[in-house]
Antibody
């Protein structure tokens, strides 16, 4: 059974940093691209970032490019999202997703990031 | 920037067919996927590559695509299908985009 468990969310001040983690199980982690998708309170889904299975390729939404960094440690079956220079617009639930064979075919339960002073 | 447009809301009576549309200029050349999100839960993939249904998704869920419009159909809608539905695709540069979401009410 595929399981994705996010952690690392919390309250952070504007301009601060946070690192999210997602531990994966139930599939061969290094074979699959992974993504982060976020959802602001009461709003729709927004794709944030993706990384290939071998970490060779990374992709970012324009809204986070230059501030967020996606990475993975295949030895630990873990996906990360380093978030810097956070603003109130980054307040959201962040979901970790497995991206193949279908886009976002499995989702974690999400971790809430709140940016506020 | 590229947009996928969905109606904000759709209502259907139990047992009727619900249809939710998603329009985007790149859809003639790009696949669409659909996600169901019930209140307080993570999204669930219900349709991918326009028409394919993942294992475990009821047969009443189906997808189609014609020109610039992809459609999610739920035949014989049930109360448990009440949820927000999001379409997803990519633009001509393979940038990921979600539609704004459609709230399906079954009453």
């Amino acid at each position: 059974e595929v399981q994705l468990l996010e952690s690392g969310g919390g309250l952070v001040q504007p301009g601060g940093s946070l690192r999210l983690s997602c531990v994966a199980s139930g599939f061969t982690f290094h074979n699959y691209a992974m993504s982060w998708v976020r959802q602001a309170p009461g709003k729709g889904l927004e794709w944030v970032s993706a990384v290939s299975g071998d970490s060779a390729s990374t992709y970012y939404a324009d809204s986070v490019k230059g501030r967020f960094t996606i990475s993975r440690d295949n030895s630990k079956n873990t996906l990360y999202l380093q978030m810097n220079s956070l603003t109130a617009e980054d307040t959201a639930v962040y979901f970790c997703t497995k991206d193949a064979p279908a886009p976002f075919d499995y989702w974690g339960q999400g971790t809430l990031v709140t940016v506020s002073s | 920037s590229y947009e996928l447009k969905q109606p904000p809301s759709v209502s259907v009576s139990p047992g009727q067919t619900a249809r939710i549309t998603c329009s985007g200029d790149a859809l003639p050349k790009k696949y669409a996927s659909w996600y169901q999100q019930k209140s307080g839960q993570a999204p669930v993939l219900v349709i991918y590559e326009d028409t394919k249904r993942p294992s475990g998704i009821p047969e009443r869920f189906s997808g189609s695509s014609s020109g610039t419009v992809a459609t999610l159909s739920i035949s014989g809608a049930q109360l448990e299908d009440e949820a927000d539905y999001y379409c997803y695709s990519t633009d001509s540069n393979n940038k990921s985009v979600f539609g704004g979401g459609t709230r399906l009410t079954v009453l």
